[in-house]
């Protein structure tokens, strides 16, 4: 994911963070606690949607018309990045989620951006792995 993604991200989770009204709130937990209970190992791309769309959720409560319009093609990308990492990041996802909603909570903006920076790089990192072709070692 380029890098210019991963800031916006990380700009959406700090001014959703600012922003946030008990009712968004409320909906983040949610949709964060449903699709964390989803299995992963039967209809992942289905999960690697609902995670998604997270950013889209920040984007709403950031109310920001601007932001908007940065974020709209983010989802997408989530779905792919996640979609390539796999089921087995599965854990990883609701943890930084998980993380996310308790920093919003105590109103760390910083702290939520730098989560979802940080959760971002680290789905790269392992989605770019995955990609990488094995090459038979000969003697």
Known sequence: MDDELIRVAGLAARVA????????????????????????????????????EIVNLLADAAADPVLALLVRNLPGHLY???VTAGPAADDIIASSRRRLLALIRARDADGAGRE?????????????RRCVPVREVTP
């Open 17 to 52: 963070c600012r922003r946030m009204t008990a009712g968004y709130l409320r909906a983040l937990s949610d949709s964060i606690e449903q699709v964390c209970c989803l299995p992963a190992t039967f209809g992942w791309d289905r999960k690697a949607t609902a995670y998604a």
């Open 80 to 82: 792919e990045l996640m």
């Open 116 to 128: 979802m920076e940080q959760h971002l790089e680290g789905l790269s990192w392992i989605a770019e």
